[in-house]
C-alpha cells in the first residue's frame, strides 16, 4: 500500500474552482493507476476520474466530464484534480486513490487498495 495525501480542498461559491493534489510522501506512485472518488454525507462512494500510469488515458463520470480534468506530474510524484464551474451537488469529501497492480485507467473502488484521508469541498449556491 501507499500512503495518500489530499490537499486543496475548501469552500467556493457555485461556477468557481479548485484543484485538488494528491502526493505520496516517500513514495513513488507514478507507475500506477490513480483514481480520484467523493462521497457525499449518506451517499456511497463515487467515481469521479481516472489516470493512467503515462498520463495518456483518463476517464471521467458523466456528471463532472467537461467540467474537471485529472492529470499527473510523475517527475513531481503528484496527480491533480481541477475543477471548474463548480456545483453545489459536487460537494462532498473527495478522496485520492493508487491501483499498484494496474498501470491503465480503473473505474471501481475495489480495485485500488490505498486510499487518502479525504479532503473537503463544499460549494455553495
Known amino acids: 500500500q501507499v500512503q495518500l495525501v489530499e490537499s486543496g480542498g475548501g469552500l467556493v461559491q457555485a461556477g468557481g474552482s479548485l484543484r485538488l493534489s494528491c502526493a505520496a510522501p516517500?513514495?513513488?506512485?507514478?507507475?500506477?493507476?490513480t483514481g480520484w472518488f467523493r462521497q457525499a454525507p449518506g451517499q456511497a462512494r463515487e467515481f469521479v476520474a481516472t489516470i493512467s500510469w503515462s498520463g495518456g488515458s483518463t476517464a471521467y463520470v458523466d456528471s463532472v466530464k467537461g467540467r474537471f480534468t485529472i492529470s499527473r506530474d510523475n517527475a513531481k510524484n503528484m496527480v491533480y484534480l481541477q475543477m471548474n464551474s463548480l456545483k453545489p451537488e459536487d460537494t462532498a469529501v473527495y478522496y485520492c486513490?493508487?491501483?499498484?497492480?494496474?498501470?491503465?485507467?480503473?473505474?471501481?473502488?475495489?480495485?485500488?487498495?490505498?486510499w487518502g484521508q479525504g479532503t473537503q469541498v463544499t460549494v455553495s449556491s
Open positions: 516517500g513514495r513513488t506512485f507514478n507507475n500506477y493507476a
Open positions: 486513490a493508487a491501483a499498484p497492480k494496474y498501470t491503465s485507467i480503473r473505474y471501481y473502488p475495489g480495485e485500488y487498495d490505498s
